[in-house]
């Protein structure tokens, strides 16, 4: 299917664990993105990639990594999960960033709900 | 640094009521703004956009109008339905790889 999806919806894990958000997007669009939503806080940016092999930092990126080795996969990783992490991660992607085009809009995944215990 | 304020929630009203959801904008020169909707359980979607001054995004029924002077970007629809309930995001994406920008999310509710 066309799209941008993300496994697994829920996943529950406890403190200390290595955790892994996958993302993966068939449009080949260059740009993609990992936020976290948690209450209060809107959605605050965590990495983002302009094209393969390309990473850096958004607003939270403290305790995450992310890779993208191929343009169409964007995982995101927790080394070792704390409580804080506990929340809604969304991926997205566009196909540039350009302002004022028709180009920067950002689709969004389902969200994976994450619990770390 | 940039930066987008949106009117808090939760609205409440009842269906076929006029809605209007605040949102103003900080950003130097010219960004594109957005209107995304959040539906329960789901991600985020575009619901309109709008690329320069005065521009008019629509989508659905709802309107939102790009006023550079004001640094505006107000969502309205004449007469919502119990369908729109969900939370609304309004953004801004300025200059090449700056990401977007979203404020905090208004809870939008319609009663039947």
């Known amino acids: 299917d066309a799209g941008i999806t993300q496994s697994p919806r829920y996943k529950i894990t406890e403190t200390g664990r290595q955790v892994t958000l996958m993302c993966h997007q068939t449009?080949?669009?260059?740009?993609m993105f990992w936020y976290r939503q948690d209450l209060g806080h809107g959605l605050r940016l965590i990495y983002y990639?302009?094209?393969?092999?390309?990473?850096d930092k958004g607003e939270v990126p403290d305790g995450y990594v992310v890779s993208r080795s191929k343009t169409e996969n964007f995982p995101l990783t927790l080394e070792s999960a704390t409580r804080s992490q506990t929340s809604v991660y969304f991926c997205?992607?566009?196909?540039?960033?350009?302002?004022?085009?028709?180009?920067?809009?950002?689709?969004f995944g389902p969200g994976t709900r994450l619990t770390v215990l | 640094g940039n930066s987008v304020t949106q009117m808090e929630g939760p609205v409440t009203l009842s269906e076929e009521a006029f809605l209007t959801i605040n949102c103003t904008y900080t950003?130097?020169?010219?960004?594109?703004l957005f209107w995304y909707v959040q539906y329960p359980g789901e991600g985020l979607q575009l619901l309109l956009k709008?690329?320069?001054?005065?521009d008019k995004g629509s989508n659905k029924g709802f309107e939102a109008t790009y006023r550079k002077e004001t640094t505006s970007f107000h969502l309205e629809k004449g007469s919502v339905q119990v369908s729109d309930s969900a939370v609304y995001f309004c953004?801004?994406?300025?200059?090449?790889?700056?990401?977007?920008?979203f404020g905090s999310g208004t809870r939008l509710s319609i009663r039947p």
């Open positions: 997205a992607s566009s196909e540039s960033q350009t302002s004022g085009t028709s180009t920067d809009t950002q689709y």
């Open positions: 449009w080949s669009h260059s740009y």
């Open positions: 990639s302009a094209a393969a092999d390309i990473t």
């Open positions: 950003a130097t020169g010219y960004p594109s």
């Open positions: 709008a690329t320069k001054a005065d």
């Open positions: 953004a801004l994406s300025r200059s090449s790889a700056s990401k977007i920008i």
